[in-house]
């Protein structure tokens, strides 16, 4: 019996398959969620932005609604759509 298993977890992990336990039919494993690829193309918590020649740190991600929330020095908070913190470029690394 664990070499059964042994044998399926070399072959889900070489080949990204998975085999039925009768071993018959083999389906693709699933693929990384698109919600993934939203939170690692996000600018990081931490990073400045520079909006309307105001600097802004990031404070939180929302993946779900795939927006971000910043905050200026002064404490405002403004929630920015991925289309608006797409368009803005990279700027000063994380603060420590």
């Known amino acids: 019996m664990l070499r059964a298993r042994a044998l399926l977890f070399f072959i889900h992990s070489k080949f990204r ?9 083999a389906e693709p494993a699933p693929q990384p969620c698109q919600d993934l690829r939203v939170r690692k193309s996000m600018p990081k918590i931490g990073r400045k932005i520079t909006l309307n020649n105001r600097q802004y740190k ?14 200026d ?19 000063a690394p994380k603060d420590k």
Do not use: F, M
């Not at 990031?58 to 905050?71: F, G, T």
């Not at 020095?73 to 700027?91: K, N, V």
């Open 58 to 71: 990031v404070r939180q991600h929302n993946v779900l609604k795939e927006s971000i929330v910043v905050a």
């Open 73 to 91: 020095d002064d404490g405002q908070e403004l929630t920015l759509t991925r289309e608006e913190w797409q368009t803005l470029p990279q700027s």
């Open 17 to 25: 398959v998975r085999l039925h336990k009768n071993g018959e039919g």
